[in-house]
């Protein structure tokens, strides 16, 4: 019998980023060290505690990794960069650009182990020829603002740039390349991960123009003129460096949502995984899945109390009006919370432990959260949900988790 829900939800949302943790992934997929010269790069919100579990099987290793401000960790050979994210930097920029070069020095019989993780499309920041870092800065604010899918924005962020879509690996040939990759994205497609710098591109210059038409970013001449021209297609996916290359799924968000249903059955409650690919307007996945909440209390379907729902995915958020603080997973909880019967509780983090840009991983709807309620409605008309769970005490804080499966969300049916 769970008496207070509070401490349950932060716990599952614990065993949740405990089942991605890299210290504990990578090594399971690392190879013997070859006998070569290895570089070893990366870029996400993960790939500090990657380049970490590499070095703790191989020894000191020879490379560069890409993280967000705050997100460094100590290790012995490789070098930590830390750049801006979601809007890429000049810090990004460089460290791209360095990257590029460490695995264009590699030969036939060497190796590119490449960590890979989500938040790396904007740390990856080199854009193409005669694309300045405000060209990218600026679409990379339109897409956030405008509730593009994250396999759209990245479509267009790929065929703006120098090393994503493939192009790493490319640039590594003839090296062989290994990509180690923890997945962020609905459906675990490596191609969309960071931007896929190491897969085989199947999209092409027309989709990245049609995605900047369906939105009406507003693009610089520059930007909409390097989309018109052959550098902007991503390298053939018949092109040798593939035949060779090596990508494993090291972590999921599907891998989250077993441990933390784990985690519920040891407490006695009813676990039910919805998906881990729920997408959509953030505020309107809200009230669908209060809906089904309400559901369960009042019917019995689909499962009867005491149980919890698990869900993962990534939700958009399009800025309707001068917005406030707040990620996605504190907006649909607020509108999660707007529409729920009372008695139920739930939480909503992003596994990285930063929702949005805030330094909030994300909150809790429970019982002394929701005595706000009556306010809640013109916090979420202003997408201030932050300031929402701030007042009323419910944002959730861990910091860094320095892995990244996307978000969570799990509600509480007593």
Request: charge should be negative; include cysteine; charged fraction near 20%.
């Amino acid at each position: 019998m769970i008496t207070d829900p509070e401490p349950f939800l932060r716990g599952l949302f614990r065993a949740a980023v405990a089942a991605a943790d890299p210290a504990i992934a990578v090594p399971k997929f690392l190879p013997p060290r070859p006998a070569g010269r290895v570089v070893v790069v990366g870029a996400g919100k993960a790939s500090a505690k990657m380049a970490q579990a590499v070095e703790a099987a191989w020894g000191p290793c020879e490379g560069l990794v890409i993280v967000p401000y705050g997100s460094a960790l100590p290790t012995e050979g490789i070098e930590i960069v830390e750049a801006r994210h979601p809007v890429p930097d000049a810090s990004g920029e460089a460290a791209a650009a360095r990257i590029l070069k460490l695995v264009s020095d590699l030969m036939e019989g060497d190796l590119a182990l490449c960590l890979i993780s989500g938040g790396g499309s904007a740390l990856l920041a080199a854009p193409g020829e005669g694309i300045s870092l405000e060209d990218k800065q600026a679409v990379n604010k339109g897409l956030l603002a405008c509730g593009a899918a994250i396999e759209e924005m990245n479509c267009l962020r790929k065929h703006l740039s120098r090393i994503k879509g493939g192009r790493l690996t490319v640039a590594a040939w003839p090296a062989r390349t290994i990509t180690l990759t923890i997945s962020d994205v609905p459906g675990d497609d490596p191609a969309t991960i960071a931007s896929g710098p190491t897969v085989a591109d199947p999209t092409t210059a027309t989709d990245a123009r049609e995605i900047a038409a369906r939105y009406h970013l507003d693009l610089s001449d520059a930007v909409a003129a390097y989309l018109q021209t052959p550098a902007a297609e991503t390298p053939d996916p018949a092109h040798p460096a593939f035949a060779s290359a090596q990508c494993h799924m090291i972590a999921t968000p599907q891998h989250a949502l077993l441990a933390a249903a784990d985690a519920a059955r040891a407490e006695g409650v009813t676990p039910i995984i919805l998906g881990d690919a729920l997408e959509g307007e953030a505020r309107e996945l809200g009230i669908v899945m209060a809906g089904i909440a309400r559901a369960a209390v009042d019917h019995g379907n689909p499962v009867k109390g005491p149980a919890v729902l698990l869900s993962g995915g990534e939700t958009t958020v399009t800025v309707r009006t001068a917005p406030g603080r707040g990620g996605r997973n504190s907006e649909f909880l607020l509108s999660f919370g707007l529409h729920a019967v009372d008695g139920v509780s739930a939480i909503a983090c992003d596994t990285d432990g930063i929702d949005g840009s805030e330094d909030n991983a994300g909150a809790v709807w429970v019982p002394r959260v929701a005595e706000h309620k009556a306010d809640a409605r013109s916090f979420l008309d202003g997408h201030d949900a932050y300031s929402f769970f701030e007042k009323a005490g419910g944002l959730v804080m861990s910091g860094p988790t320095h892995t990244n499966v996307n978000d969570f969300r799990a509600i509480y049916l007593p």
